[in-house]
């Protein structure tokens, strides 16, 4: 397909050049080594976070980028794209910058051990004097070689670590850095998790709550064993506290009778004792009578 005019090109110009790109791909292209596979995934689940407080940022996978470059076509293919772009982006097969919204702000490279020139020269030439991408991220799964090029609007230099450690793209309020032998990002100060850490720190979240649900039905059990015990003694207290009643109203109806009783005996003692004075003052009469009729008595012949 004939590169000349690409001022007329149009998207269906551009797609027809990704059809021939990729019909021309040897099969080995399609072929991942692990290690770069999983410095993919774990940047895709990360920028996947990212979006969620940035919804102007694009992250994509393995896309074609087609531009013009002097009456030519130029391609490259990085393996993770970033986008800033507050308008949506429509492709399909290839990302033709004349008709998109914004160019690439950032492009990431997997060193591949087979071919290391590639990312390491041919690709930065690209980005770097081609497209002059704003920042380029390079990682050696291999070696850990991990290294951010900045584009000062001639050329890129390093971007240094930072105190932490880390290279910085203030733009995203991101860094990056090595962490456990992978690249890993870092928004706003805080590591960006994986689903796998995700997922445990759930698990953990969910022990922890089973513990806690645990504890705290042990709590509640040994609250209720209390609280039943506490009924309990309650009831045997009450129950004591009826019979010292009963025994206070028996003790009150034995005095009662006793003070009845004490009462009718004093009240017999002391009939017994006027009964007793009658019969004295009685027997005193007696006497005193007996007494004048011996007196009285005249003489006998």
Same mark, same amino acid.
């Given at each position: 397909?004939?590169?000349?005019?690409?001022?007329?090109?149009?998207?269906?110009?551009? /797609?027809?050049?990704?059809? /021939?790109?990729?019909?021309?791909?040897?099969?080995?292209?399609?072929?991942?080594?692990?290690?770069?596979?999983?410095?993919?995934?774990?940047?895709?689940?990360?920028?996947? *976070?990212?979006?969620?407080?940035? $919804?102007?940022?694009?992250?994509?996978?393995?896309?074609?980028? !087609?531009?013009?470059?002097?009456?030519?076509?130029?391609?490259?293919?990085?393996?993770?794209? +970033?986008?800033?772009?507050?308008?949506?982006?429509?492709?399909?097969?290839?990302?033709?910058?004349?008709?998109?919204?914004? $160019?690439?702000?950032?492009? *990431?490279?997997?060193?591949? /051990?087979?071919?290391?020139?590639?990312?390491?020269?041919?690709?930065?030439?690209?980005? &770097?004097?081609?497209?002059?991408?704003?920042?380029?991220?390079?990682?050696?799964?291999?070696?850990?070689?991990?290294?951010?090029?900045?584009?000062?609007?001639?050329?890129?230099? *390093?971007? %240094?670590?930072?105190?932490? @450690?880390?290279?910085?793209?203030?733009?995203?309020?991101?860094?990056? @850095?090595?962490?456990?032998?992978?690249? $890993?990002?870092?928004? $706003? @100060? !805080?590591?960006?998790?994986?689903?796998?850490?995700?997922?445990?720190? +759930?698990?953990?979240?969910?022990?922890?709550?089973?513990?806690?649900?645990?504890?705290?039905?042990?709590?509640?059990?040994?609250?209720?064993? &209390?609280?039943?015990?506490?009924?309990? &003694?309650?009831?045997? %207290?009450?129950?004591?506290?009826?019979?010292? @009643?009963?025994?206070?109203?028996?003790?009150?109806? &034995?005095?009662?009778?006793?003070?009845?009783?004490?009462? #009718?005996?004093? /009240?017999?003692?002391?009939?017994?004792?006027?009964?007793?004075?009658? +019969?004295?003052?009685?027997?005193?009469?007696?006497?005193?009578?007996?007494? #004048?009729?011996?007196?009285?008595?005249?003489?006998?012949?």
């Amino acid at each position: 397909m004939s590169h000349l005019g690409l001022e007329s090109w149009t998207v269906a110009d551009y /797609e027809r050049a990704a059809e /021939e790109y990729f019909q021309a791909l040897p099969p080995e292209h399609f072929m991942e080594a692990t290690r770069q596979a999983y410095q993919r995934e774990i940047t895709v689940e990360s920028f996947a *976070l990212v979006r969620a407080h940035r $919804r102007d940022l694009h992250v994509f996978n393995e896309l074609l980028v !087609q531009y013009p470059l002097n009456a030519h076509l130029g391609q490259v293919v990085p393996d993770n794209m +970033l986008i800033l772009s507050a308008a949506p982006i429509d492709h399909t097969r290839s990302y033709n910058l004349p008709f998109e919204p914004a $160019r690439p702000f950032c492009v *990431l490279e997997y060193v591949s /051990e087979t071919n290391k020139r590639k990312d390491y020269h041919d690709n930065l030439r690209k980005y &770097e004097q081609e497209l002059k991408v704003p920042y380029y991220l390079l990682f050696d799964p291999e070696t850990k070689d991990l290294r951010l090029h900045r584009h000062n609007g001639i050329a890129y230099e *390093l971007v %240094a670590p930072n105190a932490q @450690g880390r290279l910085a793209l203030p733009e995203l309020e991101l860094e990056v @850095g090595v962490l456990g032998g992978w690249t $890993r990002f870092w928004f $706003r @100060g !805080q590591l960006l998790p994986l689903p796998a850490e995700l997922l445990q720190k +759930l698990v953990e979240a969910e022990k922890r709550a089973d513990d806690e649900k645990r504890r705290a039905d042990d709590e509640k059990r040994r609250a209720d064993d &209390e609280k039943r015990r506490a009924d309990d &003694e309650k009831r045997r %207290a009450d129950e004591a506290e009826k019979l010292i @009643g009963e025994e206070t109203r028996r003790a009150d109806e &034995e005095k009662r009778r006793a003070d009845d009783a004490a009462r #009718q005996t004093e /009240e017999e003692r002391k009939r017994v004792a006027d009964l007793q004075a009658a +019969l004295e003052r009685a027997q005193a009469l007696l006497r005193q009578l007996q007494a #004048q009729a011996s007196v009285e008595e005249p003489p006998a012949d």
